[in-house]
């Protein structure tokens, strides 16, 4: 007779994304075995993007696999440095994250390579030199290490553990990552988005699971229930009436694309006035093409997805970005980072933020430090590659337009459970959204929910 094989030992530690939005790292080890779900960057403020330096509490070549549930940077960004410096497994996404990951990850090791650079050049550093976490060559050389999986097909991550990505609704590829593990279930949700958006399909219902970790960045809010094309009509109308310019900081991957089908049918309907629209970053130039490549995991007919990735000029080389700013005339310039951290939109806010004409048009949530973050609470200046700019312009944050579940939207997915799960783990907030997610979910659902703490084990 054989002996009866003992049930593995499973465990979950937080390696961020607690008590802040950004930093994803979940370290699941099942039996002998580890995987990573997510391996974002910290974003925001200063002590938090120091975390990225810090080695992690677990050697990368100790790790077996990557689970990625999507493409954002605080969901992928740390991976040039995990295969770097020696993970040598795969990770695994779905098809459309990895073809998104290969522009967004050497465009995040482009400009970690230029601002150290600016900063050096204009001393605006404590640290002799200023170097970058890591380079685009870093970045492109993690790239073939991806292995796609489909949505709701099974995959074998161990002998004891198998993977399924289920439909995530945040941006296009998004998924939630499903492990089953000897009869329990393991739900890890990623960013969940609305069930309404016009542009990417809603998020799957969740299955029965003994263990949940769910995000709230929206935990602790509603977001604006109001017409966007509306809102996005009131903002153009009268901006270019008072003779401005609208400034979009948008994320490259799925609000880009969607503010595009937005403005597409507002001119068609001859909403707002004929003003020139632009694409100013090429990573969003970069994701639009993906978009339209993988229809599968957007709502749009070929029809709609073309007319909108057909609306905008798209703006590739820097010297004519910098011919946009010298131009007086009214226009749309969309442009990254969504959160102001970095890229072309920083050049073009120096220009337009300090004039009343303007306005600065947030798609929306700002991680808290952010410039984002700071525009939109209405700091009278902002600082900008070591330079404090004065902010005139008009600042709204049209939140209508998040690519994330809102309180509400978060307890109608959870009420879809069959049964209540044994544990469940609030993550990917700031501290009170996912203090207000947890005490939502005690009193609408009677669950009982943990906020973990950082580098804590917890046995599942």
């Known amino acids: 007779m054989h002996p009866r094989r003992q049930r593995p030992k499973v465990t979950l530690n937080f390696l961020g994304a607690v008590g802040t939005v950004t930093g994803s790292r979940f370290l699941l080890r099942v039996g002998r075995r580890r995987f990573l779900i997510d391996c974002g960057l910290f974003q925001g403020y200063k002590n938090l993007r120091m975390r990225n330096w810090a080695p992690l509490p677990i050697k990368p070549n100790q790790i077996d696999r990557v689970i990625l549930t999507h493409a954002h940077i605080d ?108 009869g329990r279930q393991f739900l890890f949700s990623g960013d969940l988005g ?53 400034i979009i900081p948008a994320f490259a991957v799925g609000r880009t694309q969607l503010v595009l089908h937005h403005l597409r049918r507002l001119l068609d309907a001859g909403r707002i006035p004929k003003v020139p629209v632009y694409l100013d970053s090429p990573l ?46 009214p226009k749309i310039i969309i442009a990254g980072s969504g959160m102001a951290t970095g890229g072309r939109v920083l ?67 959870l009420e879809q459970m069959e049964r209540p799960p044994k544990q469940v783990f609030i993550v990917h907030g700031e501290a009170e959204a996912s203090d207000a997610l947890r005490l939502a979910i005690s009193e609408r659902l009677d669950w009982e929910a943990t906020i973990p703490e950082m580098n804590q084990d917890y046995l599942l």
């Open 75 to 182: 969901h992928s960004g740390y991976l040039p440095v995990l295969c770097r410096d020696g993970f040598k497994g795969e990770i695994l996404s779905t098809a459309t994250t990895r073809d998104l990951c290969r522009h967004l990850l050497p465009d995040s090791g482009f400009i970690q390579e230029k601002d150290a650079a600016l900063a050096n050049q204009y001393g605006h550093t404590r640290h002799q030199p200023a170097k970058p976490l890591y380079t685009k060559r870093d970045a492109e050389n993690c790239l073939h290490q991806f292995r796609p999986l489909a949505f709701h097909h099974p995959f074998a991550l161990s002998r004891d553990a198998e993977l399924i990505f289920q439909r995530a609704g945040h941006i296009p590829g998004a998924a939630s990552a499903l492990i089953r593990v000897d």
């Open 194 to 246: 609305p069930p309404d958006s016009p542009t990417i399909p809603p998020p799957d219902p969740p299955p029965a699971v003994d263990v949940l970790v769910i995000e709230s960045t929206y935990g602790n809010r509603l977001r604006d229930r109001a017409d966007p094309e509306d809102a996005l009509a009131d903002v153009v109308k009268r901006t270019v009436a008072r003779g401005g310019s609208v």
């Open 284 to 329: 969003a130039i970069n994701a639009t093409e993906v978009f339209a490549d993988h229809p599968d995991d957007h709502r749009l007919t070929r029809k709609e997805a073309e007319a909108a990735c057909s609306l905008p000029t798209y703006v590739h080389e820097a010297e004519e970005s910098r011919a946009l700013d010298e131009d007086p005339m």
């Open 347 to 413: 050049h073009h806010l120096k220009v337009y933020a300090p004039d009343a004409r303007n306005a600065i048009l947030f798609t929306g949530y700002q991680a808290g430090g952010t410039r984002g973050a700071k525009l939109v609470q209405g700091d009278e200046s902002i600082k900008i590659h070591g330079q404090y700019w004065p902010v005139k312009a008009e600042v709204t944050n049209l939140d209508m337009l998040s690519a994330h579940a809102d309180r509400e939207e978060l307890l109608a997915w």
